[in-house]
């Protein structure tokens, strides 16, 4: 039986969203907090990040830039299927998305978390704010998840090629002795019971060393929140400390959780955790994020590709 055509499906970009000013760091901050009170010094001490890395997240930015050109890659096999984007905390949020794309005909979207590895935290999360918005306001669009690529491939060929240009900046007589932290984003231990994210870093991990041999590694945590609950651990900080107390010189951390630059590469690492290494006399360096290189759209598109030929879009 031939497949439906892709006239009337498109693909949808989610991702967490970030202010794209000082002054909607406040309401940014809200949306995160779920509309838990935010304190004065909260939104002082964000802001103070924010104006560090250009007084805005350039998340939006890439994301669009993101859309654009696996848009361009997708329409040689598919005509004028369409990306767009939807925020889980900012403008464009994932309901206006949903609202737009309904009123564009679509009627079957592809869905694909810019998170590799799947948490409830995560994708649970987009999935939720999705379902909620399609049932908010019923329409004929039926949106199918790309519900985890951690080890598509494709994703892991690029990966690896980010980590082999991060080691091609250190002398030739130094890249064996680096040390590499994959580094993810913590999440309170609460939410990791039952939960694929731990086990889906690591099989990223396993991955990308196949590909690239094996490496002297630490699996790390980053830009945990506050309160009194407990984290998952080790953090990138007490791993930079240990690592200097071997004796161990040099490091390059991979933020193996990450695909786009952001408050958590551009600052908690270019600038919080590079600081802390140098104080330890450590030689740290991170990789390029992907953003919108080809390697990253190629992959993206070959995950796309897949999910659309198992839903029965037809080229």
Do not use: C
């Not at 890395?53 to 890439?62: A, F, H, Q, R, V």
């Not at 409830?120 to 909620?132: D, L, P, Q, R």
């Not at 099989?203 to 929140?225: C, F, M, N, W």
């Not at 908690?268 to 330890?280: F, G, H, R, T």
């Amino acid at each position: 039986m031939a497949g439906k055509k892709a006239d009337a499906t498109a693909v949808l970009l989610l991702a967490f969203g970030g202010p794209e000013s000082l002054d909607s760091v406040e309401p940014f901050l809200r949306s995160v907090l779920s509309g838990k009170p935010v304190t004065e010094e909260q939104v002082q001490k964000a802001k103070e990040r924010y104006k560090m890395i250009g007084e805005k997240s350039p998340l939006l930015d890439i994301t669009k830039q993101q859309a654009y050109s696996l848009q361009k890659k997708l329409s040689g096999a598919y005509g004028d299927l369409r990306v767009y984007i939807g925020m889980r905390h900012w403008h464009p949020y994932i309901k206006d998305t949903l609202q737009e794309m309904s009123g564009d005909g679509i009627n079957k979207a592809v869905a694909v978390s810019m998170a590799p590895q799947n948490s409830k935290a995560s994708t649970g999360g987009y999935i939720k704010a999705v379902t909620e918005a399609l049932e908010e306001t019923p329409t004929a669009l039926e949106v199918d998840f790309v519900e985890t690529w951690h080890n598509n491939l494709y994703f892991l060929e690029a990966l690896a090629g980010k980590i082999e240009q991060g080691l091609s900046r250190f002398s030739v007589q130094k890249r064996q002795d680096v040390h590499i932290i994959f580094s993810a984003h913590s999440l309170p231990l609460r939410l990791v019971e039952n939960d694929p994210y731990v086990d889906q870093l690591n099989e990223t991990i396993s991955g990308v060393l196949d590909l690239i041999g094996p490496r002297d590694y630490t699996l790390a945590y980053q830009s945990k929140g506050g309160g009194s609950v407990e984290w998952l651990g080790p953090d990138v900080d007490s791993v930079l400390e240990k690592l200097a107390k071997k004796g161990k010189k040099h490091v390059l951390l991979v933020p193996v959780g990450f695909v786009t630059d952001h408050v958590e590469t551009l600052y908690d690492i270019d600038v919080v955790y590079k600081k802390k290494a140098e104080s330890l006399g450590l030689d740290f360096k991170r990789t390029e994020s992907f953003n919108d290189s080809p390697e990253f759209i190629e992959a993206l598109s070959r995950i796309i590709y897949e999910k659309l030929e198992k839903s029965g879009v037809s080229a």
